[in-house]
T-cell receptor, first 112, second 118 residues
Framework: RKEVEQDPGPFNVPEGATVAFNCTYS??????FFWYRQDCRKEPKLLMS???SGNEDGRFTAQLNRASQYISLLIRDSKLSDSATYLC?????????????FGQGTELSVKP | ETGVTQSPTHLIKTRGQQVTLRCSSQ?????VSWYQQALGQGPQFIFQ???????GRGNFPPRFSGLQFPNYSSELNVNALELDDSALYLC?????????????????FGPGTRLTVL
């Protein structure tokens, strides 16, 4: 089982739709949680850090459920420009190397 | 833009050759992490450098090595290239606390170097 797993894609949605991405992690001691966006053949760009209290940035809402070991990303009123691959990433605790572990990514395609 | 730069942007090598990739970190950051991203996969952690020393390593063989310089820039060296080394190599810049414990702060990526091994 991979340490970080995401919904297999691709997701094809119409403009204006609400889309949710889920990501599970297996290491219960994981410390920090992030969502990155990656456009085709480009580098990942940090979209949001994810906190236990949940956080929102415009149309984007991220949630963390430590008990169930999953994080989610909700995109409301999706735009054509939201088309990209969304990567979740989890940090191991420092006594386990502290490295950032990525999921395989979920591709989103928003259609007119 | 993140302020993290990488060079070169593209590189073509043949099997058995050696390659050096370079990364300049964002101003104010002291930690550089390197990742390998194969097509259709998420980035895989190679290693991290803090204060010019390796500070964590992923499941990569010793022919993957690195350096960090006093200005926090970094190099990734790969010896004896194999076909499977073809990938996008990303460096990420972040800030670590002075006690040396790995930072949980956000990491910001450079544009990557696309390596093709023939």
């Amino acid at each position: 089982r991979k340490e970080v797993e995401q919904d297999p894609g691709p997701f094809n949605v119409p403009e204006g739709a609400t889309v949710a991405f889920n990501c599970t992690y297996s290491n219960s001691a994981s410390q920090s949680f992030f969502w990155y966006r990656q456009d085709c053949r480009k580098e990942p760009k940090l979209l949001m850090s994810v906190y236990s209290s949940g956080n929102e940035d415009g149309r984007f809402t991220a949630q963390l459920n430590r008990a169930s070991q999953y994080i989610s990303l909700l995109i409301r009123d999706s735009k054509l420009s939201d088309s990209a691959t969304y990567l979740c990433a989890v940090t191991r605790p420092y006594n386990q190397g502290g490295k950032l572990i990525f999921g395989q990514g979920t591709e989103l395609s928003v259609k007119p | 833009e993140t302020g993290v730069t990488q060079s070169p942007t593209h590189l073509i090598k043949t099997r058995g050759q050696q390659v050096t990739l370079r990364c300049s970190s964002q101003s104010g950051h002291n930690t550089v992490s390197w990742y390998q991203q194969a097509l259709g996969q998420g980035p895989q952690f190679i290693f991290q450098y803090y204060r010019e020393e390796e500070n964590g390593r992923g499941n990569f063989p010793p022919r993957f090595s690195g350096l960090q310089f006093p200005n926090y820039s970094s190099e990734l060296n790969v010896n004896a290239l194999e076909l499977d080394d073809s990938a996008l190599y990303l460096c990420a810049s972040s800030f670590s606390r002075t006690d040396g414990l790995v930072s949980y702060n956000e990491q910001f990526f450079g544009p990557g170097t696309r390596l093709t091994v023939l």
